[in-house]
């Protein structure tokens, strides 16, 4: 086995970092639905490709990606606060409200097939291009604006739980619903207001991927088994989380992929993840 | 000041509670005694919006609650110290306190309730960064009960503040229950352990079997042979 250079070594561990902040920023909603309301929402995947997809479109008529936020954003709020009402209206238990996502995805996924086809789509942006030199090392705009959104979102919102009368009375539903409304919390409300910002976690998500990636519906599986294993690494309902876990993931993948062949890279998370599982299983 | 009148609450088909009547003067201690699976808890849960009311009127001050979403009974001044005591117990226990007072109108007093409960419970001040999970049983009742200080109850709720605590524990409990209903706060109570409970109330209800078997002063309900039988041994 040749030792990789100090430069791919580098190259390596930076890629890992990046795409773990992908990770973490997928994972941020799915993590904090599961942990906060026990709503497990597959659909989250998927609707991060339609938030890719919507992406593109917009670009393709003109606008710039990072502007599309101001669309995206809201759009994806009221989708994610309206699947909130509804599962809650027919009170669907967590293991259901996994069979109901999963469904969605399905959904979702068809939608996409027929409105954009099954075809590669690539985003032709400005920003694809930009890269910048640290050392003999090269950043891409794409990637350093992901990790940027990741750990802003990521901080945001362990910001909110921690210091906001509001973000405790989420941390006090996740824990013990009934007793805080019995207290005065509009238990109904914030749990919209949660569900609405996962979603929209998973728009900023799909913003992030159309920058980097070149889209097919089929992908939405392939993100599936990683950041599962992101968002219970790093705890459920722990907004930092995902991130970090993700970028460990990241890393271990792609140290993995610069020693080794990049088919062993998978088993790394998954390894990382049955290990934690069986030393801490407390903490799913 | 409340007035229960022949409310019924079921869990799914069947009714565990019907036809319960109860009345709580202002500033007033009242409890309510029974044998296990009585309905006990169930009435205490209605009364704090935990549980739907299916029939019968909930009145405070003459105002119905009984078709208030839930969340709405803690601002009309109803504070429960729940069954198990249900701590967010992940939270520090600063952040319960504060959880206590939540709705606007309490919040506004948040430092003199703080103060206030501190004063009452020492055994919280030293320990306010500290998860709620970590304190020991007697702590934590008092963590529970000042939770619901924090609110500015007119009426308090407590049930069974002396289920699984040492007896030193529990009578410093009840001395503090004392104190806070001293103060102009309307407490029922729900216990187990009777002979406690009726020292302590000025009014008394027997519920069995989901209904008021009895009601009166405690001295009345004393003097029953069977009572005294069923409830003190």
Redesign the interface.
Known sequence: MALPSLTLLGQSLLSGLFIGALYGLLGLGLSLSWGMLRQINLAHFALAFLGAYLTYQLASVGMDPLATLALIVPFFFSLGALMHWLLARFSVSAFNSLLVSFGLTAIIEALIQWIWTADFRRMESGYGEVKFRVGSLYVALPELFTLAMALALSLLVWAWLRHT?AG??M??IA??A??????????RGLSLLLSGLCSAFAGVAGLCLALSYTLAPGQIYAWLGVVFAAVMLGGLGRPLGPLVAGIVIGVSEALTMAFTAPAWAPLVSFSLLIVVLLVRPGRI | MLEVERIRVSYGAAPAISEVSIRVGAGELACVVGPNGAGKTTLINAL???HPIEAGALRLDGRDLSRLP??????EGI??V?EGR?L????SVR?NL???S??RA??ARRAASLERVCEVFPVLRERLEQPAGTLSGGQQQMLAIG?ALM?QPRLLLLDEPSLGLAPAVVLAVFDVIREINAGGVAVLLVEQNAALALELAARAYVLEEGRIAAEGRPAELLAQAEIRRAYLG
Request: with cysteine; net charge positive.
């Open positions: 009368y405790k009375a941390r006090a824990e013990d009934p007793i805080a409304a019995a207290f005065g919390v509009d238990v | 704090a919006g935990l839930r969340h709405a009974f803690c601002g504070a429960v729940p249900r967010f117990a992940g939270m952040e504060e959880l206590g939540y709705r309490a919040r939770r609110a």
